[in-house]
């Protein structure tokens, strides 16, 4: 309507977060209440009230901003108007409150001061009362504070707060009808669309507008991060939702969405974007890391860019505002101007983007979850790219484990002084393990690690500082782990296991992830989910708790012809047959490696079985260069494994894990990769694990072979044969090594484009390979 003044509403917390805070950076969430803990303490002195206190009392109050009419909403916890009047709210601690930093009492008081504000206006004139009180929850002590009451000094500080709120509000609000106005004129940016992809992407339209999930299977190279990254932009640009989160659970596939992005850009499309990346990863002092020192650490142990971090963020947060890209470079280069932790700028700007790329345990891991995403669920649409992955990262997301060698070097490492209490449990956390005692028992020891830690502490929200040798801060990693996730388990969801094998290891495994990401998804009002291998899909409906969710296929939109695939059963890969076998297995990789000079890649199933088959290699054809995937490698050596076929036209043969960092992800290109031998059947190897998984499986009336072990195998061997063709007129051969793979059972997983050709001997594999490249001469 013409003339209509503009407004806007903003919850008490938030007005206070983002208008009040300054000072420290500080860690909460390592030594805060969960949240059900702050909601039973808050209760738990809510009920000793007498009649004239009213609780959980909901306030509004709208005020003229700048122009704007800014409503304020909230509910203060404790409120009593007779007889006198008395505003109070309630925080719950770990710890006394005279060990919190003044900075967050100061953030407290400002809650406490909005509150009386808005109570304030309701009755005018009337004489108020504040206080705030603190709930130790560690020994069920009560702290109060009463804050003097000044009318004017009140309301003249709580619109201070408010003009700042609504300066930015308004800024941020103006590019953001812009970027809407963008993402509503953005075209399809490939004109044709490959087959399918167009119609897929309206189709997911659709879902995303009507808040419905959806999973989707297509070929390597058709297209899939565009079908739904598309939809997903004109959906914000259509105003039907607030931000898009593309979510990944290996951290090879961010790169797709940034080429998705960088398409959109040049079709005049430059959208807001930013990528989250892991704090290790963005943190600019790591790599100067010492024992005794963070690059960053000032000469009592703290982080100078954490110190005064809220007193510099407001001009940094301006800087960002007016960048179209946050990627990781782009954080970290406003973050340097302005002397900030990158990762803890990129989660300001995180409420203020269109678009975050990000992985997926900072919606799904219980330890990792950001609250921000708990808010305007309902307008925010997520996709996950490489959803199959994701019921693998969810058990591990859900696990825990204490190892017992690294308890023994903190004790024997940690400093005596100032850490009495917390050596003390440690030593007894320390015999429980060793002596096996019940999961329940290692998990009070946890809990009882964690207080004393807290009561050995001085600062206890600020970073662990450089004092405490890194065995100790992984140690304590491990005991807050253990603790959440022992709260969360059942004997049917983990199973307890000690292991030996590597050192002494107690483990709390995840069975079935399920139930727990299911938790997370409402996170977001539509969900959508792809990948190249969701074979069958029932069975990831069912392990992603997508029961409801609507499924969809696109075909291979590559010619047939193009690849060669061959099932060769005269080799025999099971562990029992394997040293029998190795010399025939040997002779089929070098027969494909000199069919056509090029380069391959070799899958095996495990390490062991990998290097026997690289030292018989090498004994028959001594002359040969083969590189090896090494164990545990680190990003510089799976670089150089990489470069190898990515650069130059040398021929390569590669040896590599299946479902391992070269398996899937990783796009060979052009003449990256001419052909991959895929050894096995993929399945992991029998185990504690794997038969709780079974017993779980029965009891669920499900083919528990097929749970556990077919279907997660088969998905590694899809995985590796989608490195071969990534492009129209690329050619390549794709090699299956396992006999097994001829039942029924298999053949129905295989692809509707593959067309296998079964060798039998060694002279039909390479009849077969000498007229597929003869076809392409």
Excluded at 361 to 380: I, S
Excluded at 393 to 414: K, N
Aim: aromatic share 10%; proline share 5%.
């Amino acid at each position: 309507m013409t003339g209509e003044r503009p407004a806007l509403q903003v919850s008490v917390g938030d007005l206070i977060t983002f208008s009040a805070r300054g000072g420290d950076l500080f860690s909460e969430s390592v030594v805060g209440p969960s949240a059900l803990e702050g909601i039973r303490g808050h209760q738990q002195l809510q009920e000793k009230k007498s009649a004239h206190w009213q609780t959980e009392v909901a306030l509004t109050r709208t005020h003229d901003i700048q122009g704007w009419d800014v409503t304020v909403r909230g509910r203060v916890d404790a409120l009593q108007r007779e007889p006198e009047l008395i505003v109070e709210e309630i925080k719950t601690t770990l710890v006394a409150p005279s060990y919190l930093p003044e900075s967050v009492r100061a953030l407290h008081r400002a809650q406490l001061t909005v509150y009386a504000w808005m109570v304030q206006a309701e009755v005018p004139g009337r004489a108020l009362r504040m206080r705030q009180t603190w709930l130790n929850l560690s020994d069920d002590t009560e702290f109060s504070e009463e804050i003097p009451w000044d009318h004017d000094a009140v309301h003249a500080r709580v619109l201070e707060w408010l003009g700042i709120y609504v300066e930015w509000w308004a800024a941020w609000h103006a590019r953001q009808q812009m970027q809407r106005a963008l993402a509503h004129s953005l075209r399809f940016p490939y004109d044709p669309p490959r087959p399918g992809q167009l119609e897929l992407a309206r189709q997911l339209y659709v879902h995303m507008k009507a808040r419905e999930s959806v999973l989707f299977e297509a070929p390597t190279g058709s297209g899939k991060t565009l079908s739904a990254l598309f939809p997903a932009i004109k959906a914000f640009g259509e105003g039907e939702s607030d931000q898009c989160l593309y979510l990944t659970v290996k951290g090879s596939a961010q790169s797709n969405a940034r080429r998705a992005i960088a398409q959109f850009a040049a079709n005049q499309c430059e959208l807001d974007w930013l990528q989250l990346s892991a704090k290790d990863s963005a943190c600019p002092c790591r790599s100067e890391h010492t024992e005794t020192r963070m690059a960053c650490e000032d000469i009592q142990g703290r982080c100078v860019r954490a110190l005064g971090f809220f007193d510099r963020l407001p001009a940094a947060r301006r800087d960002c505002l007016n960048l179209a890209c946050l990627d990781k470079a782009a954080v970290e280069a406003v973050a340097e101007a302005h002397q900030l932790c990158p990762f803890e700028l990129a989660l300001q700007m995180l409420p203020w983007t269109p678009l975050v790329v990000a992985d997926v345990n900072y919606v799904f891991d219980p330890l990792v979850h950001l609250p921000l995403f708990d808010k305007g669920a309902d307008r925010r649409i997520a996709l996950i790219d490489e959803v199959h992955n994701l019921p693998e990262r969810g058990r591990q997301m859900f696990s825990a484990e204490l190892q017992v060698d690294l308890l023994r070097t903190v004790l024997a490492t940690s400093p005596k002084k100032g850490l009495t209490k917390t050596r003390r449990v440690a030593k007894r956390l320390l015999k429980a393990l060793e002596t096996e005692q019940s999961t329940g028992r290692l998990a009070q020891l946890c809990a009882e690690c964690l207080s004393a830690w807290l009561e050995d502490s001085h600062d206890v929200l600020a970073p662990l500082p450089s004092s405490f040798p890194l065995a100790f801060q992984q140690w304590l990693k491990q005991v807050i782990r253990y603790a959440a996730i022992a709260a969360l388990r059942s004997d049917r969801s983990h199973l307890d296991v000690m292991e030996k094998d590597d050192g002494v290891v107690r483990k709390l495994q995840c069975l079935d992830a399920g139930d727990f990401l299911a938790r997370y998804f409402s996170c977001a009002a539509s969900w959508t989910g792809f990948s190249a291998t969701l074979r069958p899909m029932h069975f990831y409906q069912e392990a992603l708790q997508l029961e409801t969710a609507f499924c969809y296929g696109l075909p291979s939109v590559f010619p047939a012809e193009n690849q060669l695939t061959l099932l060769c059963d005269f080799v025999d890969t099971r562990w029992q047959k394997r040293a029998q076998s190795l010399t025939q297995l040997v002779e089929l990789i070098h027969s494909l490696c000199v069919s056509r000079p090029g380069k391959y890649l070799v899958f095996f199933p495990s390490y062991a079985y990998l290097q026997d088959c690289m030292a018989c290699y090498r004994e028959h054809y001594p002359d040969s260069v083969v590189l090896e995937q090494v164990a545990a490698s680190d990003p510089e050596q799976r670089q150089q494994f990489l470069n190898a076929f990515m650069q130059g036209n040398a021929p390569v043969l590669g040896f590599a894990i299946l479902g391992g960092v070269f398996g899937e992800g990783v796009d060979f290109e052009g003449d990256a990769l001419h052909g991959v031998i895929n050894i096995g059947t993929g399945m992991p190897q029998p185990g504690p694990l794997q038969k709780a998984q079974t017993e779980l499986y029965e009891q669920r009336g499900r083919d528990a072979f097929d749970f556990v072990y077919r279907y997660p195998g088969f998905t590694r061997l899809l995985q590796s044969a989608g490195r071969v063709i990534r492009a129209p007129d690329e050619r390549g051969i794709v090699v299956f090594v396992e006999p097994r793979l001829l039942q029924a059972s298999y053949q129905a997983l295989m692809p509707d484009h593959w067309t296998p050709i079964v060798c039998r001997s060694l002279a039909g594999l390479k009849h077969e390979i000498q007229r597929f490249w003869s076809r392409s001469a």
